[in-house]
Nanobody, 115 residues
Framework: QVQLVESGGGLVQPGGSLRLSCAAS????????MAWYRQAPGKQRELVAT???????NYADSVKGRFTISRDNIRNTVYLQMNSLKPEDTAVYYC?????????WGQGTQVTVST
């Protein structure tokens, strides 16, 4: 059974940093593309960053230069390093694993950027 467990969310002041983690089990992690999405209250879920099985990365324009996605295929974990956080980054952040037509989601972790 596939399981994705996010951690690392919390409350941070504007300009601060957080690192999110997503630990995967039940899949051959190295074969999967991994991604982070987020959903703010009253808004649709949006793609934040992706990393392919071979390490190619892509970012939403809104986070380019501030966020970094990475993966550790030994620890079966994907990370999202978030720097220079802004109030508009406040959302529930979700981890996603995908391979061909298969897609699985984590439960999400709340990130709140506020004074």
């Amino acid at each position: 059974q596939v399981q994705l467990v996010e951690s690392g969310g919390g409350l941070v002041q504007p300009g601060g940093s957080l690192r999110l983690s997503c630990a995967a089990s039940g899949i051959i992690f190295s074969s999967y593309a991994m991604a982070w999405y987020r959903q703010a209250p009253g808004k649709q879920r949006e793609l934040v960053a992706t990393i392919t099985s071979v390490g190619r990365k892509n970012y939403a324009d809104s986070v380019k230069g501030r966020f970094t996605i990475s993966r550790d295929n030994i620890r079966n974990t994907v990370y999202l390093q978030m720097n220079s956080l802004k109030p508009e980054d406040t959302a529930v952040y979700y981890c996603n694993a995908s391979l061909q037509s298969f897609s699985s989601w984590g439960q999400g972790t709340q990130v709140t950027v506020s004074t």
